[in-house]
């Protein structure tokens, strides 16, 4: 696959070409849901991640964040790969390649050693840094509340029951930690059983219990001895009852509203599922 047939900007083949003079593209291997394009490039005998991003992609400074303070404690393990060069202009991201196949699709998404190693390589990003932050739960709220306003598919008497409860939503102080945002088997890459991570776009400081959303609904609800070994490598569970019901609800109208935005049918049925189940942890409230 020629360079031409990429959907990098002239700008953003520059910016390639200046770090790896002597690039090839091996493989296209973006989603196609965003502008972001993920190229497999080979250069000097080594293998490479280039990544690149419109103007208005929230994903690149979010990833870019990751990599320049958050990534070395994977890095340092082997877990994730090294970023080689960055062009914050041309937003145009380097990788070392991490080896292997995606595990989605494929035995390894449902592998117990692989879920366990999730567990263990989450804590290790979790563990780098905690703050305090007494807003984070009102700016979620609000956030949450505000997308109901967005253009989407959810029943007129759905949108009315979660904009009561989301007026009763619980605020205060919570811890936040390093995290990835989209902790599941579409980001795991395994290498003859050896697990590693990749894709950062949705970095940002959260409760450590947000990077179980994605895995929950993905696993867990079908096969439970995931989840434990899962939070057995973690080293315990970071979730607590009722602050993951209301994490649930936001989720799932986080999900269900962005996939019915970028026309994913699928995704917005699965966020529409999540709906329904989040909503039945709070049956016998009085709201």
Known sequence: ??????????????????????????????????????????AAGSEWTVKASGPDNTHFPRELEAHRGWTAALVAHGDAGRLRAADETARVLVLERVPGRLALGTPDEHDPAVHRQAGQLLRRLHDQASRPDATWLE??????????????????DRVDRLRTLLA?????????????????????????????????????FRPAMTDCTRVAV???RHEP??????????????????????????????????????????????????????LAAFTDDRW
């Open 1 to 42: 696959m020629g360079w031409g047939r990429t959907r990098l900007t002239p700008e953003q083949r520059e910016a390639v070409r200046r770090v790896l003079p002597d690039a090839e593209v091996v493989a296209d291997e973006s989603w196609g849901l965003l502008d972001t394009v993920v190229l497999h490039v080979r």
């Open 168 to 204: 009763h939503h619980p605020v205060g102080p919570v811890v936040l930690v390093p995290t990835h945002g989209d902790w599941q088997a579409r980001n795991w890459i395994v290498d003859d059983g050896r697990l590693r991570a990749i894709d950062f776009g949705r970095f940002a």
């Open 225 to 278: 001895a995931l989840e434990r070994v899962f939070t057995d490598g973690y080293g315990g569970d970071p979730r607590t009852a009722d602050a993951w019901r209301w994490l649930q609800l936001r989720e799932a109208i986080g999900t269900a509203v962005w996939a019915h935005a970028v026309g994913d049918r699928r995704f917005e049925q699965q966020g529409n599922d999540m709906l329904a189940d989040a």
């Open 218 to 220: 993905q696993h867990w």
């Open 139 to 156: 700016r979620e709220r609000a956030k949450t509340t505000g997308l109901l306003d967005h253009p989407h598919g959810i029943p007129a």
